[in-house]
């Protein structure tokens, strides 16, 4: 609401309280209809429905129903100090919950408009001292306003601004909250980088090939790999879940694309996802 006040484009959706789906909504909104709870965060509880009966016998209760919007996820990470943005970096979900890429490379009127609606959105939402992130949706010229967090971003985005912008934006994060001066990073001339948050599905691991490979490939900065075989991998809920990462850094975002699409020919973890041999519970 706040949103549409500040006349930031949002998509179309509908709050429910407790109820079932009427066939007007199935109708206004058109499949797929995104369902999900108000209070979850990295896309726990959130589900797409194709299927129009299925969404006329769903009960919901306390969650919203929206249009989906169709577009590549791109955020912004800003430093407000006094209600004014004295950094901001775009950075492109390259794949959702899976690989980000930070600075982001678009047209010069998409960036614009992007970090005029940021503005219009710490203004207009009242934050004062924060490291925040908001997220926008691109399809086309179309922008589509998502949300706003008033807290640093997950999906080791802090480590990547850490990696182009060579500042502890944690440390800065510390420091805006305490009301310290401070001298925001610098942002001519970024190095890229990318990061690939690796989930190989739910299931017990068998088998683990390429890592060693990945570490000696070109443009790789880092990583960890969080199982071995034997370890049960559960079904990933929220994207704060992983099983392992991988950084990279170049001075081309093209370069960064091809280095995670070669990480992911490299690296083959097996797993058995047979409901009957994973023993979660263990």
């Known amino acids: ?53 299925s969404l006329s016998t769903l009960l919901l209760k306390n969650q919203i129903i929206e249009s989906y919007v169709n577009g590549t996820e791109y955020s912004v990470e800003m430093l407000v100090q006094n209600g004014k943005i004295i950094f901001s970096n775009i950075t492109m979900y390259n794949k959702k919950y899976t690989q980000n890429i930070l600075p982001a490379t678009l047209p010069e009127r998409i960036k614009k408009t992007i970090l005029d609606y940021s503005t219009k959105i710490v203004d207009g ?43 502890n934006f944690w440390k800065l994060f510390i420091e805006i909250q305490t009301m310290q001066a401070i001298t ?32 000696s490939t070109k443009g790789y900065a880092g990583g960890r790999l969080k199982i071995h075989p034997g370890d049960i991998c559960k079904m990933r809920l929220g994207s704060g879940q992983d099983y392992g990462y991988i950084f990279f850094t170049d001075k081309c975002p093209e370069s960064l694309i091809k280095r995670i699409e070669t990480a992911e020919e490299l690296l083959k973890v097996d797993i058995d996802n047979d409901p009957n041999s994973l023993h979660l519970n263990k």
């Not at 959706?13 to 209809?33: A, V």
């Not at 610098?186 to 990945?214: C, D, F, L, M």
């Open 125 to 167: 939402f009242g934050i004062k001292n924060s490291l925040c992130h908001a997220e926008f949706y691109v399809h086309g010229d179309a922008i589509t306003f998502g949300e706003i967090a008033i807290r640093p971003p997950g999906g080791y985005i802090m480590n990547l601004l850490e990696m182009t912008y060579k500042s």
């Open 184 to 215: 925001p990073p610098i942002s001519k001339n970024p190095t890229y980088s990318a990061v690939w948050i690796i989930h190989p599905g739910q299931g017990r691991v068998n088998k683990i090939e390429g890592w060693e490979s990945i570490q």
């Open 1 to 53: 609401e706040k949103a549409k006040s500040l006349q930031i484009p949002i998509t179309k959706y509908k709050y429910i309280e407790n109820g079932y789906i009427n066939q007007s909504d199935i109708d206004t909104y058109k499949t797929p209809i995104v369902v999900k709870s108000i209070n979850e965060s990295g896309g726990r509880n959130t589900s797409y429905y194709e299927d129009k009966t």
